[in-house]
Nanobody
Framework: QVQLVESGGGLVQPGGSLRLSCAASGSTFSGYAMGWYRQGPGKQRELVAIITSGGRSIYTDSAKGRFTISRDNAKNTVYLQMNSLKPEDTAVYTC??????????WGQGIQVTVSS
């Protein structure tokens, strides 16, 4: 099992940028697929982006062209660079880790608010 701690959230103006980090501990990070999810006010949780253990990234339509997921296995950290933020990106963003056996671990989530 891996423990996940998100950081980097906060308040940003429309058009601005934020970089979220998710630090993992407790297991072999490099073998995990990592994902970012979000849940906006009154909405269901949705996938934002995934990065596989091999470094392949997958984005949902809402993230394509604006968000970039990356990982640094030496630092046991996955990142979500978010650019051109919109008010509709306001949500609690949560990090997920999936081990090679399909077992999921989740962070506690971090608030991102896009507002002028």
């Amino acid at each position: 099992q891996v423990q996940l701690v998100e950081s980097g959230g906060g308040l940003v103006q429309p058009g601005g940028s934020l970089r979220l980090s998710c630090a993992a501990s407790g297991s072999t990070f490099s073998g995990y697929a990592m994902g970012w999810y979000r849940q906006g006010p009154g909405k269901q949780r949705e996938l934002v982006a995934i990065i596989t253990s091999g470094g392949r990234s997958i984005y949902t339509d809402s993230a394509k062209g604006r968000f970039t997921i990356s990982r640094d296995n030496a630092k046991n950290t996955v990142y979500l660079q978010m650019n051109s933020l919109k008010p509709e990106d306001t949500a609690v963003y949560t990090c997920q880790a999936v081990n090679p056996h399909g077992y999921e671990s989740w962070g506690q989530g971090i608030q991102v608010t896009v507002s002028s």
